[in-house]
């Protein structure tokens, strides 16, 4: 098969994406830069904390958003801490950037869905003054993963995985692309509240 942007044979393949490794890189970063130019999350002068929970997607989101906005001044503080959904941190920060993935939004979605439960942090959120920011909210997990892989980042491997996330897995084989279909239900909803 062949590289989706520049048709040499395509060396990497996530769900329906198959792309050669460089292509790849940047087919990621410019979703990511999409993400937060439509919903403008990063501004001259903010003060950013990003979380560092040796995740592969806290590591990816520290590189791209360094990438991302070179040129802006603004200053960041990278912090070795877990963190929960929804959970207030201190501190002198306008944004904080939380380990996160497409499939974790989706998860977080169904299992509201199944509960018929309120889902108040679908997205990207406010608490207080500070606004959490889902830097790799468009990115799927198995993507994140490549991207880590590809940038020789060390990072932890996660834990076991839910049932609801591998109900989502044996549903993207059955229904190819059904992750970011939800994602966008998820988009929609945001809009509608
Ligand atoms: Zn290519």
Not at 7 to 12: C, I, M, N, R, V
Request: aromatic share 8%; proline share 3%; hydrophobic share 35%.
């Amino acid at each position: 098969m062949r590289c989706v942007k520049c048709g040499k044979p395509s060396e990497l393949k996530v769900q329906n994406l198959e792309a050669c490794e460089s292509c790849f890189i940047k087919i990621i970063q410019k979703r990511v830069r999409k993400e937060l130019r439509l919903n403008r999350l990063i501004k001259k002068n903010d003060r950013i904390l990003v979380i560092d929970d040796s995740s592969a997607e806290s590591k990816a989101s520290e590189y791209l958003l360094k990438d991302i906005i070179k040129n802006l001044p603004v200053k960041i503080t990278v912090k070795k801490i877990s963190y929960n959904l929804g959970e207030e941190l201190n501190g002198d920060y306008d944004k904080i950037i939380i380990p996160w993935n497409a499939d974790k939004e989706d998860e977080y979605f169904l299992h509201a869905v199944f509960q018929n439960k309120d889902a108040p942090y679908l997205g990207h959120y406010k608490l207080g003054k500070k606004t959490y920011v889902k830097l790799l909210l468009p990115v799927l997990h198995d993507e994140v993963i490549l991207y880590a892989k590809s940038k020789k980042f060390k990072f932890k491997k996660d834990e076991k995985k839910s049932y609801v996330s591998g109900l989502l897995d044996k549903l993207e084989k059955e229904y190819p692309e059904v992750k970011f279909s939800l994602l966008k239900s998820t988009i929609e909803i945001r809009k509608n509240i």
